[in-house]
């Protein structure tokens, strides 16, 4: 009896210890194969890296390469000659005779352009692009002013004249080809600080689709020889390309004086400037959609030359306001600003004889800003008339101190 229970219970056992030890192979062959699965995704991971800096390895390489290279010499092609060889100027002052390299396209070679030459052979390697100086190209305004013919006062006749002169050819050539005239290449305005010249500009480069390009005479002056000429010819090399285009040259005066016979180093280049502008405005090299506006608070000092027909073909007048054309300029400067219901435009256009546009709008600000000092949201004619003593008797004050500014 005792041997037959022995018996019984020892396959009993070992089938437990078969199905312990089956379940322990089975929880470490699903641990070998997640560890397989873990090594195979970072087999992957380490291959995909490998390339990544195979890739950056080669790019480094490459870029070493490129900084070893020699450098190249900036040159001006003179002429092509017939068997495909380039005369060319370089930086170091002689002219050589050199071959171009197979990757430069034939198209590109012209006479004038800039190249790039090899430092030992000098053969031409790539054909550069034309560069413009900074001053040139931050001259182009991107955005166009905001002021409209509405915001300008007392000015109507010069308005039309302008618009003749510079809107009407941008916009409807066509009536200048019935008529069969050309039409005019710029205008001159001409007046006292303060009359609404560079408004009248913004205004026309507000109506026309052009591009606006404004210049300050004195940014054409420039300190070595040849620099003023330079930034003149790049000026309307660019209004060109840009056309059509509306060039404004505001205070012409300090570019555009007389020349004199007796005159420094400094006004012999003053006078090279200026004519370079003469010879852009009336060259061998037409205009075609670029008009020229200029602007000037002294004409009588300005040039012969400058002012004949051909280059400025028309000179507009802006005048002092009158009465009429000061109480349109108040009505404009004022028609934003919260008046009293006692005042009356019309009499304080009548105080401020011989104001100009600029100090109406002075006027209308300072009026605003005595009832900003009490704390009012109205204006009234008591700001008004205080404003006209502060800022009339300061400009008759500046104008004792400095001299007439307009003759």
Known sequence: MGCTALATDQPSELYDEIQRRSSVLEERNLELVEEARRVEGEKRFIEGELIRLQKELKRLKAELERLKAPPLIIGQIKDILADGRVVVKSSTGPDFVVNTSDYVSPELLEAGARVALNKQTLAVMGVLPASLDPIVVGAEIIAKPETLYDDIGGLQEQIVEIREAVEDPLLRPELYKRVGIDPPKGVLLVGPPGTGKTLLAKAVAKQTNATFIRFVGSELVQKYIGEGARLVRELFDLARQKAPSIVFIDELDSVGAKRLEMATSGDREVQRTLMQILAE???????????????????????????????????????????????????????????????????????????????????????????????????????????????????????????????
Request: charged share 30%; net charge negative; hydrophobic share 45%.
């Open 281 to 407: 405005l009336d060259g061998f090299n037409p205009l075609g959609d670029v008009k020229i506006i200029g602007a000037t608070n002294r004409p009588d000092i300005l040039d012969e030359a400058l002012l004949r027909p051909g280059r400025f073909d028309r000179i507009i007048e802006i005048p002092i306001p009158n009465y009429d054309a000061r109480v349109a300029i108040f009505k404009i400067h004022s028609r934003r600003m919260n008046l009293d219901e006692t005042v009356v435009i019309d009499d304080f256009a009548g105080k401020t004889d011989g104001a100009t546009g600029a100090d109406v709008k002075a006027i209308c600000t300072e009026a605003g800003m005595f009832a900003i000092r009490e704390n009012r949201d109205i204006v009234t004619m008591i700001d008004l008339e205080k404003a006209i003593s502060k800022v009339l008797d300061e400009g008759d004050q500046r104008v004792l101190e400095s001299g007439p500014m307009f003759a």
